[in-house]
């Protein structure tokens, strides 16, 4: 009997020893090991990285204690330089454990090309809204006698006429040509044939007219660098700011 009693108070006491050993370490897992694994109570505040080049800004996220991976979808801003940080996730001003990672959106080195649209005969006010939706900037507004006010005749970038579909950096200036209203006066085309580009270009402009395509090609009839065509003829009786086409000749 005293056998027996003896060996449930082993058990009894063994149980008791087991049930200690896993209060505590179950109390050590959850208030000591577990809160420095997880930096319990330790936060930072997340800063504003916009702007920031990229080196700046993983460096200071670095020196905060904060991890951070480049999103592989990028955007373009103009007006900031390549690889400056868009966007950032979480935002700024946030509250996170230390070690958080910080998602971040760079600006691409290169503007992503965008197809020219056909803003030709559209208003004016119509054709700049259109430049701003998709991301291009309206230039220089370019006055020429035409019957149609205010109604955009040419689109412009670098200096050179542009077709619907041309593909031009997003971001890009884009000149229009518009007509001013006084367009009903009738006028004779001058005779370019013989003169030099700059000339007949000059001529072209100074008559009321537009100066409409330069084509370039091989000829024996005028010195090279000077017109030997053009279209209308000299003398067709024309309205004020009709595109005149030239032809030039080269080597």
Not at 199 to 212: C, H, M, N, P, Y
Request: charged fraction near 20%.
């Amino acid at each position: 009997m005293n056998s027996f009693n003896s060996s449930v108070k082993k058990i009894l006491l063994n149980l008791l020893v087991i049930i200690f050993l896993t209060a505590l370490l179950g109390f050590v897992f959850l208030k000591v090991y577990l809160p420095l694994y997880t930096h319990h109570g330790e936060t930072v505040t997340v800063p504003d990285l916009s702007g920031y080049q990229y080196l700046e800004a993983s460096e200071l996220l670095e020196d905060m204690g904060l991890q951070y991976e480049v999103s592989v979808d990028s955007g373009f801003s103009t007006e900031l330089p390549a690889l400056a940080i868009l966007k950032q996730i979480p935002d700024a001003s946030n509250q996170v454990k230390t070690g958080r990672k910080i998602y971040l959106t760079l600006n691409a080195r290169n503007a992503p090309l965008i197809k020219m649209p056909n803003l030709v005969n559209l208003q004016l006010k119509n054709a700049q809204e259109i430049l701003s939706n998709i991301g291009l900037s309206r230039g220089d507004i370019i006055y020429v006698p035409d019957i149609a006010i205010n109604a955009v005749l040419e689109q412009r970038y670098r200096g050179i006429t542009v077709k619907e579909g041309f593909e031009i950096p997003k971001g890009a200036t884009i000149d229009l040509v518009v007509g001013d209203g006084m367009g009903n006066q009738l006028l004779f085309v001058p005779d370019l044939n013989g003169m030099e580009e700059e000339d007949a270009e000059f001529l072209i402009l100074g008559s009321g007219l537009r100066v409409g395509d330069k084509n370039y090609a091989s000829t024996d009839s005028v010195a090279t660098g000077r017109v030997f065509l053009q279209s209308p003829p000299a003398g067709m009786e024309v309205r004020t700011g009709e595109l005149i086409n030239i032809w030039i000749a080269k080597d």
